[in-house]
């Protein structure tokens, strides 16, 4: 079913016709834009039922969006660097089309722009960040499939069922020997992996949300978002041989850091249920300072 869907399938959905060959247009940067407009029009929703502003959410997303994409490309560019990859111009580094993004390195340049927008705005962060979640998760889940038509992000050799067939020319220089690797090899569909976990993580989050939105605290939706996301980003690793190794391990980059990510989301949902021991400096904070008393003043004559 998926060779025959991938077969049906350019990875350009059409061309402008500007200069002399033309802009074409990928399904990949398509299917991204409809999950963000999923994503937006759920958190707009969302963010509404909170007594939160959706006016400010949408101020925010460009920003959060523009900082994301830059912090990918970097992301993904150092990653590459540090497996042998050689960029001789600024071009290639700002590239998108050269190479591709890492969204986890997107995602946390997106989190420090969305933290000082909310504080610049003096908005509720744990709000904003519990719509921010689920929503990235969507958006995520649907340009995953802008990768199956790119017939990227595969994972190794199966013998499974479920496994896809690779094109020569989009396969990685490891399995471009056809005599080791013929054409009806199969392979991990690393892309549908993540789709799966993100679309459940998606449905569970919305579901907690809607049901305990009123009883749990801010930040815990966003919370469990991190320990998801995280977790099965660092398991999902496991099968991209396309990531770069840490050393002679089978550690990846994007492994580590998917780990702190989901370790980050233990931390915040311990934090916002008060499990975390405080320091007294940070106690002293807390306290109320308690009103001075006025004295009475004696009555006079």
Known sequence: MLDALQQLLDPIAF?????????PIYWYGILIAIGIAIGTWWASREIERRGQ??????????????????????GYVTQDWLNGGIYESFWEVINIRNGGVN????????????????RYRRLSLWHYA???????????????????????????????????TIEQPYRLPQFSNLEAFPLDTRFHPTFLYEFLALFIGFIVLVFLNNRYRNSWKP??????????????????????????NIGSTF??????????????????????????PQSERQLRKRRAVKPKRRRETEATE
Do not use: C, H
Not at 254 to 270: K, T
């Open 251 to 276: 550690l990846t980059y994007s492994m580590v850091v998917a780990a702190f990510i989901a370790l980050g989301g233990v931390y915040v949902l311990l934090q916002r249920y008060g499990k975390i």
């Open 53 to 74: 502003s959706s006016d400010e959410l949408f101020n925010g997303l460009l920003l959060v969006i523009i900082v994301g994409y830059i912090g990918a490309r970097l």
């Open 130 to 164: 519990d719509v921010a979640g689920p929503t990235l998760l969507i958006a995520q889940a649907i340009g995953r499939w802008g990768n199956f038509i790119n017939q990227e992000l595969y994972g190794t050799p199966t013998t499974l069922p479920w496994g896809i």
């Open 15 to 23: 061309t402008i016709p500007i200069g002399e060959n033309g802009f």
């Open 103 to 118: 969204i986890l390195w997107g995602f946390l340049g997106a989190t420090l722009a969305g933290v000082w927008f909310v």
């Open 219 to 244: 930040g815990t939706i966003f919370a469990l978002f991190l320990i998801w996301w995280g977790g099965n980003r660092a398991w999902i690793e496991l099968f991209r041989p396309d990531q770069p």
